[in-house]
């Protein structure tokens, strides 16, 4: 565990090749064990995470992701924004299919992530580019 | 980039995944055991991949892709080691492993192999036409 985060602030990590999709990964292992949130949580959010990371690097372009720790009464979680300035998702509905994909893929990543996360919300368009934000809440 | 190692045990390749793979690690391992399959003429793979915390759609549709390589190159594929959290979220992801033997540890794996290997030569010696044949 990378020794010295404050996990009062956010952490960035900016995504612009596979080996930024790994301190990624890393990045969300290291809060979500900080709040606490059991294995399998953890497993599924680090797991959300790698897959929208690596669509933040393919499809936007490369761009950003942000992890931050939240706070609800007594509950604790991690938030995670995905953050890229690419051409946007034209169908929304449709890439949220599970097995949709145009980039030779699987079509998984937004559909399962989607599954995997407690809270998750997209804002696209083409002048904006793609933002993701997702939040597992510890139980 | 790092490589992941590939060990040849007797007849069978053994791949013990220790780190947290890139992309480009994972296809590179994809061409590596492709090459060393028919290299060494091994007849089993088996991935070992009791380190790994999560398996991703990447990862997935990698372990998919060598299974079906070793297919036509003659060998057979166990992936071992699986975490329970590993499989709950596969699931969950909606990521069937398609074509993937697995078995609990590497020592099962073996057996399995080594049993795979004794039905097709049994076939092989008989040459039966009814025998029971791999369907994909
Ligand atoms: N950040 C993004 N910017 C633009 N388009 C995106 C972005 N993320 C996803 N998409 C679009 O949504 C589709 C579905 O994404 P999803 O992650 O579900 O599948 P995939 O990446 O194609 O395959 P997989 O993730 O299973 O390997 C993509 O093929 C792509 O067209
Ligand atoms: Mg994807």
Not at chain 1, 62 to 75: D, I, K, L
Not at chain 1, 89 to 114: H, K, N, Q
Not at chain 2, 53 to 79: P, Q
Request: with cysteine.
């Amino acid at each position: 565990m990378t020794a010295g985060i404050d996990l009062g602030h956010p952490q960035a990590q900016s995504v612009r090749s596979d080996e930024d999709v790994v301190r990624v990964r890393q990045l969300v292992r290291t809060v979500a064990v900080a709040v606490k949130l059991s294995l399998v949580d953890q497993t599924k959010v680090v797991t959300a995470a790698s897959e929208l990371a690596r669509n933040t690097l393919v499809y936007g372009g490369g761009g950003s992701v942000e992890v931050a720790t939240v706070e609800n009464g007594r509950r604790k979680g991690v938030r995670i924004v995905f953050a890229d300035s690419g051409p946007g998702i034209a169908d929304l509905d449709l890439a949220l299919t599970d097995g949709y994909t145009t980039g030779g893929g699987l079509g998984l990543g937004l559909s399962g992530s989607r599954r995997l996360v407690d809270e998750f919300e997209i804002e696209t368009s083409p002048e904006t580019g793609t933002r993701i934000t997702v939040t597992k809440w510890s139980r | 980039m790092e490589r992941v190692p590939i060990l040849k045990i007797g007849d069978i390749l053994l791949v013990s995944i220790q780190v947290d793979m890139s992309d480009q690690t994972a296809v590179q391992l994809q061409e590596d055991l492709a090459e060393r399959i028919v290299d060494t003429g091994c007849h089993g793979v088996i991935i070992d991949i009791t380190a790994l915390d999560i398996v991703d759609s990447f990862v997935g549709r990698m372990l998919s892709t060598i299974a079906s390589i070793s297919k036509v190159l003659d060998a057979e594929t166990v992936v071992v080691g699986m975490r329970p959290a590993v499989a709950i979220t596969l699931v969950e992801l909606g990521l069937s492993l398609n074509g993937i033997r697995t078995a609990l540890n590497v020592e099962r794996g073996m057996e399995l192999i080594a049993a795979a290997h004794a039905d097709e030569l049994d076939y092989q010696l008989d040459d039966d036409p009814d025998a029971e044949t791999a369907t994909p």
